[in-house]
């Protein structure tokens, strides 16, 4: 007896989220089969579908992201930008899109880089091209990575050194540094207040 599975169990199976099998669904890709009493579900055959080579792939996008840290580096950004497409030409990639952000590293809240992770959670993107790891993230890279790869995502990194200034990495030092010194600093207010209460009252 064929197996039947719901769309969450269906999506776990293929590796990607329900809301990207949603969206096959309405793109016509993918037909879900309906119980007697209206419930839908997929097959074996239908997991066999989606895991053949090439079952995706037309429809996913090649996003360019490029990132500096500050304004003052719009300079930096434009030569990113070049380095990136001279890249991508030699590699033979069409873009789809080019995305282009001013934001620390350290700041996983920054607009377009969200945007961009929500692209890749819907199944909407097939490659993402950076000059260097940090370009993404200064840290958790290979988490973002993991996430990206269950939605079908994978990262093409250029490892273009240059165009990862050693200053944006002493800066991001220098917040960390900083972060853990404001930590610290209310952890004693908290120990000197915490003493005084203590103290109080004993007497």
């Not at 993404?136 to 994978?154: D, P």
């Amino acid at each position: 007896m064929a197996s039947m599975y719901r769309i969450s169990e269906f999506a776990k199976r293929v590796g990607r989220s329900a809301s990207t099998v949603r969206r096959w669904e309405r793109e016509g890709r993918l037909t879900a089969k309906r119980t007697a009493t209206g419930q839908r579900y997929f097959t074996d055959g239908d997991v066999r579908q989606v895991l053949q080579p090439g079952f995706d792939e037309a429809s996913r996008k090649t996003v360019v992201y490029c990132r500096v840290s500050s304004p003052g580096q719009r300079d930096d950004l434009a030569s990113q930008v070049g380095a990136m497409e001279e890249f991508c030409r030699g590699r033979g990639l069409a873009v789809d899109e080019w995305v282009k952000e001013i934001g620390g590293g350290m700041d996983l809240k920054r607009k377009k880089f969200l945007a961009l992770m929500d692209q890749i959670e819907r199944g909407e993107v097939g490659t993402v091209v950076i000059a260097h790891k940090d370009r993404l993230a200064r840290f958790g890279f290979e988490y973002l990575e993991h996430v990206s790869a269950k939605n079908g995502c994978t990262f093409l990194v250029a490892n273009q050194e240059s165009l990862s200034p050693q200053e944006e990495m002493v800066q991001d030092l220098l917040a960390i540094v900083h972060t853990f010194s404001c930590r610290l600093y209310g952890l004693r207010r908290y120990e000197k207040t915490l003493k005084d209460e203590l103290s109080g009252g004993g007497r």
